[in-house]
């Protein structure tokens, strides 16, 4: 068990994963690993519909656990949002999602983790903290923010977000400067306290210059997948 992570290695049918030891270390976007069909209730590719027999062996899609032929489940892809250690095999229309995961994974990630300023706005009290610098945690779980020279006491400091306490987020874009191209510039978080989940916060993140288009668009990503994890309205986000 890797004791930093809070992780453990788990081998299943399909494959090996490095899984939470409990919710407290959970990757705020992660799936959980679909049960497979079983073998009796498969007779032909799901895909393909070719029946299954000696020479052509059916084959589990890691992330939906369907049968398909080796033709229709030939994709092997890194499927991180299951905790799978290696690439595994796919079918089409899950590669394809696996895909653009990766992406998010490789690229936005990295960017949410590098700090970007804001201007920052408790709502429900109507009160400004100034400007701070904001990333995402390396565990991908909390919305850390930094002050210059500590200007800011915890007393007067924004809350801290735990991205498995958002219930509501709302992006607001800007057009006037992009030849009508949505460019999202400020957004608001609607989160449970950490200490005390029966109360809400609602902080605003405003952008403070051009440099954190790239940060905003990767966080609404993110939220993207953290709703869709939790079963939730993807228009929520």
Known sequence: MDVISGRKLDKSASGLRMIPVSDTFACPFALSEPMWVSDKECTACVSCDKSFDFFNRKHH???????????????????????????????????????????FYDKCLKILMSECEFTIKDDIQDKSFGKAKCCLSNDNRKLLHSFPRSSTSMSDSPKLIILSKIVWVNFM??????????????????????????????????????MAAPWLSSFKRAMKYLFEARGDDESSA
């Open 61 to 103: 899609c890691r992330r939906c656990g369907k049968c398909f032929c080796d033709r229709c489940c030939q994709h092997v892809l890194a499927l991180k949002r299951m905790y799978f250690v290696d690439p595994v095999r796919q079918c089409y229309e899950c590669a394809v999602i696996s895909k653009v995961e990766m992406e």
């Open 173 to 210: 874009t800007d057009t006037s400067n992009t030849k009508s191209q949505k460019v999202v510039t400020c957004v608001s978080i609607k989160f449970k306290d950490a200490e005390d989940s029966a109360v809400l916060h609602q902080q605003t993140y405003e952008s403070v210059d051009k």
